[in-house]
């Protein structure tokens, strides 16, 4: 199936213009978010009410607890990983300088960490924000001679920044994923939240599809994966029961669902 171009190669080159985040954010974070509050300010009220009780003692001891763990999570990856930077790994670094500028944040310290899996993560470490990428993923993607699909990966890791999901506010807003299934529907809206910024950053639906496609077939067929058989095969099953229940209880959305909405976005911003 053909694919549409977003934005060329040449147009994302010259645009610095700062991404209008919420424009690019799936609706339906905006409803769980709602949802998630109303459902943890009983939670929120009762911290604030104990936090008041013990003069503060028990929100300073939490902070103290979290920023020792981060700071030893921190600690491992200064010394057991390599930091992108600009005398190291620089095509990644001006990737995420470039792409942290487009979306107004300052740019997260990036480490490659050997480990054989096709991901990465972003997390919030002592009061910054560190994008983690696995060696077998940028393996991958180098390996099969497309080395600008790990754009799309940097550039949905960066998402989660953008859009708030490292913030103060959204951990305490999160206190309400006590209702599981409230709190799974908020968690896979986000990652839908960060494939549409990472597709307007990257500007190419071809690349977004491929990218994603590592961790559907890896990086040998991810260049052959047949698109519209793949949406074919989700629209056979996803109506199932144990399909549906599985889906319902998963932290993100299914590959194929992913795959067949960056379809639908790139035909969408292609037009």
């Not at 009220?45 to 030893?72: N, W």
């Not at 054989?116 to 993560?121: D, V, W």
């Not at 890896?218 to 058989?229: I, P, T």
């Not at 996803?238 to 590959?255: D, I, T």
Request: charged share 20%; glycine share 8%; hydrophobic share 45%.
């Amino acid at each position: 199936m053909s694919q549409e171009i977003v934005e060329s190669p040449v147009s994302q080159s010259i645009d610095n213009s700062v991404l209008d985040v919420e424009r690019l954010r799936h609706p339906d974070e905006h409803v769980s978010g709602i949802w998630l509050w109303i459902l943890g300010s009983p939670i929120l009220l009762s911290v604030a009410f104990y936090s008041i009780a013990s003069v503060g003692l028990l929100p300073g001891a939490l902070f103290l607890i979290a920023r020792m763990t981060q700071l030893m999570a921190l600690a491992y990856f200064k010394t057991n990983s390599i930091r992108v930077g600009p005398q190291q790994f620089t095509e990644i670094h001006e990737t995420t300088t470039r792409m942290s500028a487009r979306l107004g944040i300052a740019k997260p310290d990036v480490y490659i960490v050997q480990q054989n899996m096709l991901n990465a993560f972003v997390s919030r470490l002592a009061g910054k924000s560190v994008i983690i990428l696995y060696s077998g993923l940028i393996d991958s993607m180098y390996r099969s001679g497309t080395p600008r699909d790990l754009d799309f990966v940097i550039a949905h890791e960066l998402g989660h920044i953008a859009a708030g999901h490292l913030s103060l506010k959204h951990r305490l807003m999160t206190l309400g994923s006590w209702f599981v299934y409230v709190g799974l529907w908020h968690r896979r809206s986000m990652e839908y939240t960060c494939d549409h910024i990472a597709l307007r950053l990257v500007g190419d639906a071809q690349v977004a599809q491929r990218a994603f496609s590592h961790l559907v077939v890896g990086g040998v067929l991810a260049g052959r994966l047949n698109q519209e058989q793949a949406q074919s095969q989700l629209r056979e099953h996803e109506g199932e029961f144990f399909v549906r229940r599985r889906n319902l209880m998963s932290l993100y959305p299914s590959h194929l669902a992913r795959l067949e909405r960056l379809s639908d976005l790139g035909q969408t911003h292609g037009r």
